[in-house]
């Protein structure tokens, strides 16, 4: 037998890297490298970060995977800093210069009005290099590809959106500033609209993510600090239990979610965690009326 035939196979727990994304990396990149340290192929991110953009970024591992779409619809918050005077092709500092203005003279209570009014249940109409799908087609390669792509608003909730500083300087004035904000609100849509409000132009000069639902940057691995002493930032249970309300049931009752069979409903608002008596993390389920559904299931095939 040949010595590769012999090697013991590295197998690779299930749960959750949560990785503090470098800029000028997409989102894909961290999940090649951490594909690449850890050695497996079962790595996917919940909700992409812009190359310009760092911070948190979560990874699911093996069956842990099967969170991410339900992470991604959690709450985010954001550390950004936007830059008024100018306005650009794809509402950040790496886009083209569309227009620019002198913002030297713009208000500071004018800001704060502006800012209220992107503050709440708004319509926001995303950016044209977004990865929204038109047609089936991302938004963003549309563009590239020389289309012109008009999205439609949608509603977002920004429940926070707080000026930190503001700095001035020539015709330009920089906003650092603090938003939290539901699934699918792109701060740069935040920074070309208060900038056009203003009538000077805006975009997002720089980003970092410090929350995805409640994995802050508390807990964030280097990819370096990663390659360094490869493991998991939680364990499959422990994601699920951090992330999700909890629901306990006996062994009878995890058998039967597992073969399909709805339980009585538990009473819990959402998706929650199901959980065996020996702590395991069954399923992801969900009440239906009077009963309980899987939505995801966990335990191994």
Same mark, same amino acid.
């Given at each position: 037998?040949?010595?590769?035939?012999?090697?013991?196979?590295?197998? $690779?727990?299930? =749960?959750? @890297?949560?990785?503090?994304?470098?800029? !000028?990396?997409?989102?894909?990149?961290?999940?090649?490298?951490?594909?690449?340290?850890?050695?497996?192929?079962?790595?996917?991110?919940?909700? #992409?970060?812009?190359?310009?953009?760092?911070?948190?970024?979560?990874? =699911?591992?093996?069956?842990?995977?099967?969170?991410?779409?339900? &992470?991604?619809?959690?709450?985010?918050?954001?550390?950004?800093?936007?830059?008024?005077?100018?306005?650009?092709?794809?509402?950040?500092?790496?886009?083209?210069?569309? /227009?620019?203005?002198?913002?030297?003279? $713009?208000?500071?209570?004018?800001?704060?009005?502006?800012?209220?009014?992107?503050?709440?249940?708004?319509?926001?109409?995303?950016?044209? $290099? /977004? +990865?929204?799908?038109? *047609?089936?087609?991302?938004?963003?390669?549309?563009?590239?590809?020389?289309?012109?792509?008009?999205?439609?608003?949608?509603?977002?909730? @920004?429940?926070?959106?707080?000026? &930190?500083?503001?700095?001035?300087?020539?015709?330009?004035?920089?906003?650092?500033?603090?938003?939290?904000?539901? /699934?699918? #609100?792109?701060?740069?849509?935040?920074?070309? *609209?208060?900038?056009?409000?203003?009538?000077?132009?805006?975009?997002?000069?720089?980003?970092?993510?410090?929350?995805?639902?409640?994995?802050?940057?508390?807990? $964030?691995?280097?990819?370096?600090?990663?390659?360094?002493?490869?493991?998991?930032?939680?364990?499959?249970?422990?994601?699920?239990?951090?992330?999700?309300?909890?629901?306990?049931?006996?062994?009878?009752? +995890?058998?039967? &979610?597992?073969?399909?069979?709805?339980?009585?409903?538990? !009473?819990?608002?959402?998706?929650?965690?199901?959980? *065996?008596?020996?702590?395991? +993390?069954?399923?992801?389920?969900?009440?239906?009326?009077?009963?309980?559904?899987?939505?995801?299931?966990?335990?191994? +095939?």
């Amino acid at each position: 037998m040949s010595p590769a035939a012999t090697k013991q196979r590295v197998t $690779v727990p299930p =749960g959750l @890297v949560v990785v503090d994304k470098p800029d !000028g990396m997409t989102s894909h990149d961290v999940v090649a490298r951490v594909r690449r340290i850890l050695g497996t192929r079962k790595v996917g991110h919940a909700g #992409t970060l812009d190359p310009m953009a760092t911070g948190v970024l979560v990874l =699911g591992i093996e069956r842990a995977t099967k969170l991410l779409g339900h &992470l991604a619809l959690d709450t985010k918050a954001y550390l950004a800093t936007i830059r008024l005077g100018a306005a650009t092709t794809t509402d950040d500092a790496q886009g083209e210069e569309l /227009s620019s203005a002198d913002a030297s003279g $713009v208000a500071d209570e004018a800001i704060a009005a502006g800012i209220a009014k992107l503050t709440g249940h708004i319509q926001q109409v995303p950016s044209a $290099v /977004s +990865a929204v799908k038109v *047609d089936g087609k991302r938004a963003y390669a549309r563009v590239r590809a020389g289309e012109t792509v008009e999205l439609p608003p949608r509603p977002v909730e @920004v429940s926070r959106f707080d000026l &930190l500083g503001t700095r001035r300087e020539g015709e330009v004035a920089e906003l650092d500033v603090m938003v939290e904000c539901s /699934s699918g #609100t792109y701060v740069r849509a935040l920074a070309r *609209d208060l900038g056009a409000d203003l009538g000077v132009g805006g975009h997002l000069a720089a980003l970092r993510r410090t929350r995805v639902g409640p994995f802050d940057l508390r807990v $964030v691995t280097t990819l370096d600090q990663l390659a360094e002493a490869p493991g998991l930032s939680l364990s499959l249970d422990d994601a699920v239990a951090k992330a999700f309300p909890r629901r306990d049931v006996d062994v009878r009752s +995890a058998a039967a &979610l597992l073969r399909g069979q709805q339980l009585p409903a538990a !009473g819990i608002t959402g998706t929650y965690g199901v959980f *065996d008596p020996a702590g395991h +993390a069954v399923a992801l389920a969900v009440d239906e009326g009077e009963a309980a559904r899987s939505l995801v299931v966990l335990t191994p +095939a």
